[in-house]
T-cell receptor, first 114, second 114 residues
């Protein structure tokens, strides 16, 4: 079955420290992969997406993600976290083709310590 | 900027009531989606619509119905609300095509069923 797994429910980092949020997928073919962020009281905002090509993807707000087929992973990274990055982060995936269905992970809640 | 609005941010209803959640998008998107978001479960697709009067079941349609009479508006209906439908409901929309088209989310409606 298609699935997207985010192993970390909650992560705390210090402001200025680097960040890596983990995402693993299970598909037969290469999926389309996305990272969304949900700030408190807000809807989801797309940070970045990967379809094919360069495996390192740049997104908004200084985030990047790397697709690693050998590890079935699409981890989100940021070199220096700001207090405003505190939010919940969702990884999502989908098969290509005509489907519009995204499969979401369970989310990782990021807390940023001063 | 794409705007997806939801009629209520917070809603309190009683068991057995009929509940309407409204979503409006202003970008002429063909596709619209309803998700529910629960802690530890991420987002799960309830229904989506790819055109006026067209709908397709998502992963958890039981207890819900939808209506799309106009392109910009997509309604989620709880025919007889139950306490297990207490949740955050998110609406999204995107252009017709594959899942490559970014889904834009509304701010969510937090529903409490007593």
């Amino acid at each position: 079955a298609q699935s997207v797994t985010q192993p970390d429910i909650h992560i705390t980092v210090s402001e200025g420290a680097s960040l890596e949020l983990r995402c693993n997928y299970s598909y037969g073919a290469t999926p389309y992969l996305f990272w969304y962020v949900q700030s408190p009281g807000q809807g989801l905002q797309l940070l970045l997406k990967y379809f094919s090509g360069d495996t390192l993807v740049q997104g908004i707000k200084g985030f990047e993600a790397e697709f690693k087929r050998s590890q079935s992973s699409f981890n989100l990274r940021k070199p220096s976290v700001h207090w405003s990055d505190a939010a919940e982060y969702f990884c999502a995936g989908a098969y290509g083709g005509a489907t519009n269905k995204l499969i979401f992970g369970t989310g990782t809640l990021l807390a940023v310590q001063p | 900027d794409v705007k997806v609005t939801q009629s209520s941010r917070y809603l309190v209803k009683r068991t057995g009531e009929k509940v309407f959640l409204e979503c409006v998008q202003d970008m002429d998107h063909e596709n619209m989606f309803w998700y529910r978001q629960d802690p530890g479960l991420g987002l799960r697709l309830i229904y989506f619509s790819y055109d006026v009067k067209m709908k397709e079941k998502g992963d958890i349609p039981e207890g819900y119905s939808v209506s799309r009479e106009k392109k910009e508006r997509f309604s989620l209906i709880l025919e007889s609300a139950s306490t297990n439908q207490t949740s955050m409901y998110l609406c999204a929309s995107n252009l017709q095509g594959s899942v490559r088209e970014t889904q834009y989310f509304g701010p969510g409606t937090r529903l409490l069923v007593l």
